[in-house]
């Protein structure tokens, strides 16, 4: 939809990959419906995982025992976190809709990725305990997980060996994104590519670009543990 | 137990944490008992999280395009995994126990060890399908997982706001540790040290050492869905 702003975090290593053909034709999609697209491509923005010291500017709020939490707390409240989570979190202020795009990496996202929240999404800017859940401060925004799979759709249902795909969206989608606010758009899973033929590789593609067609339309999901474990 | 041999990977900036003391009381303890314990200390080893090209030594299986996954599983087979992964799952192959000590970010494990996962539990390693679950290939070993809490105890119920605490250990416990056959041993969990008292700290530290005493005797719980979902 025209004037909307878009962020999309990917974490592929290669552009080649189908993630980063979802990801492409994501951009061109949402650039001719007049949206404004941002990309964080963290793979090739290094992006640092680890939450450390140096995330913090100048001296610690409490320099006797180093305690991430309160202290990031404290560096945004005082503008002294370092510049590149500022970027980022002025990217993730400007969005209306944020996606997440990456392959499934044991039940989760690869760490570069739950590096981007553990680093970006610190209390004071997402959430600021009692505003979490409805009150989160990333509320009126939108969040979708994209993501591939290794093992196809069998193994992720009630009766396969790795259990029904929700189980896992949980930390993820309410852990995270509905903790912090943010409603939750349907995920979009292409399972198995690796195995898939050319062809369904494409239709993959062609999807993926159908849906996005009508993404303002989407209604959120009711984030409850019935949509998990009904 | 005396000849056991333990492995602690271990998550947390701050020796004198809540975490740290967990640490380093659990090398005290099982030392005593004639165990063999080593630790990877993340933050300290500055591990790298990112799964990456340079993980791989020497030529690529297939230089067109990078697929972490097959580059990582041929790497293992040829014995081309770069040194840090190598010395990691040398640390595991001679683990009776591994333990995992960290302090929980967002429903899951901090993103330095999520990046230890991804990239030393490479294929080939620690699964090699159809080799996972019941036949993944570290089976005979037991994982526990260790941690710590923002939120109290309340807060992770059946009735509470994020959900039955079980939902959470999922991902990690099915998705990764039984995956790749490791038996598991309940979780141990410190709910909210940081809103505890010192003296309930003290206990929290105590029951660990009080339960390390008999952890030879405990039996790996049942990895089914019906113990994380009942």
Chains 1, 2 share one sequence.
Not at 43 to 55: C, G, I, L
Not at 68 to 93: H, M, P, T
Not at 103 to 126: C, E, H, N, T
Request: net charge negative; glycine share 6%; with cysteine.
């Amino acid at each position: 939809m025209a004037g909307k702003k878009v962020l999309i975090v990917y974490a592929h290593q290669e552009p080649k990959s189908l993630n980063g053909s979802l990801k492409t034709i994501a951009v061109e999609e949402l650039t001719k419906q007049g949206c404004s697209v941002t990309v964080s491509d963290l793979y090739e923005m290094q992006f640092e995982p680890r939450s450390t010291r140096k995330d913090i500017i100048g001296d610690l709020y409490n320099p006797e025992q180093f305690n991430y939490g309160v202290e990031a707390w404290e560096a945004f409240k005082n503008g002294c976190l370092s510049e590149d989570l500022i970027e980022e979190q002025r990217k993730v202020r400007e969005a209306d809709l944020v996606i997440f795009q990456f392959p499934l990496y044991w039940f989760s996202m690869p760490a570069i990725m739950k590096g981007w929240l553990d680093r970006v999404f610190v209390q004071g800017f997402a959430h600021n305990f009692p505003q979490c859940y409805e009150t989160g401060l990333l509320k009126n925004k939108l969040a979708l997980l994209s993501f591939t799979t290794g093992g196809d759709e069998g193994i992720y249902s009630d009766e396969g060996v790795s259990g029904n795909i929700r189980y896992l969206l949980w930390p993820m989608q309410h852990g995270i994104m509905h903790f912090c606010g943010l409603s939750i758009l349907a995920p979009h899973i292409c399972f198995a590519p690796e195995y898939a033929s050319e062809e369904e590789r494409e239709q993959m593609l062609t999807s993926w670009v159908e849906r996005l067609k009508t993404i303002w339309e989407e209604e959120p999901i009711k984030c409850t543990a019935e949509w998990y474990y009904k």
